[in-house]
């Protein structure tokens, strides 16, 4: 598989996991048990089936900096965080953040009126496109930064740092994923990144990047992984946006997307086509 393949898949793996995992966020377990099929995007109240959420919106602003090549900083970002969000709000955003978001129009105002004191999972979720970049310590580096802004907290930054590391593992192959957890407790110590995550995913972010890598460990599959991810019940959409995202990267996985999943994802202005372009 080439590494422009590889690309091609990864906004929507995450985009579809997004979305997916959108029909049964904080759901009860007998509702995800009985509906989690792989094969249709649930209804849920606020939410259209098949459309994306902040997760892959957020995605979507790291990448295209990236992209972009300006220099990573914390006004330029903001800055891309303001403009993504204004040209296509989504539903998905903590309060507080998107309240903020409306207010500005621009990343210095943005960036004064935040308070970045959180450790919930909103930097770990946008960070996969992070695992594009050249090194190990570049992913950690810009992944330090782009949390900071939001997530100024050692789990903020850690989550972060551990998702963008994920993906670079596999991209860059570095690895069998069986390595995958020693690699990360190499680069990012402090969390167990070895113990497999059991139980609810709450808003947090360390505990999001756990959920997806331990999902991402126990399967070899895409249609697999996807039900996995959600299985876990609690905050469904961003594990299933990571782990898919990050599976898209690895040769070690059978990119499987159930093709309903990716025919009924939305495509509208930066729907489906927009993804894969």
Partial sequence: MSDAITTSRILLSIAVGDAYGAGFEFETPEVVESENDGKHYRK????????????TQMTLAIWEAV????PWTPRYLADRFVYVYHRDPRPGYARGFEG????CKNGTELLAKLKPTSDRNGAAMRSVPLGLLPSVAKVKAYAKIQAAITHNTPGGIASSQAVGLIAHFGFKRLG???????????????TPWSEPWRGPVPLHGVSTARAALTALLACRKQSDLLRAAIAFT??????????LGCSACFIEYKQDIPAVLIRELENGAYGRDYLTR
């Fill in 44 to 55: 849920r109240v606020g939410f259209t089936p098949g459309h994306y959420t902040d997760d």
């Fill in 100 to 103: 903020v978001l409306k207010e």
């Fill in 234 to 243: 609690g905050d469904t959409d961003s594990v299933a946006a990571i782990a």
């Fill in 67 to 70: 992209r972009l090549g300006e």
């Fill in 176 to 190: 069998k994923l069986r390595e995958l957890a020693a690699f990360l407790e190499k680069h990012v110590p402090g």
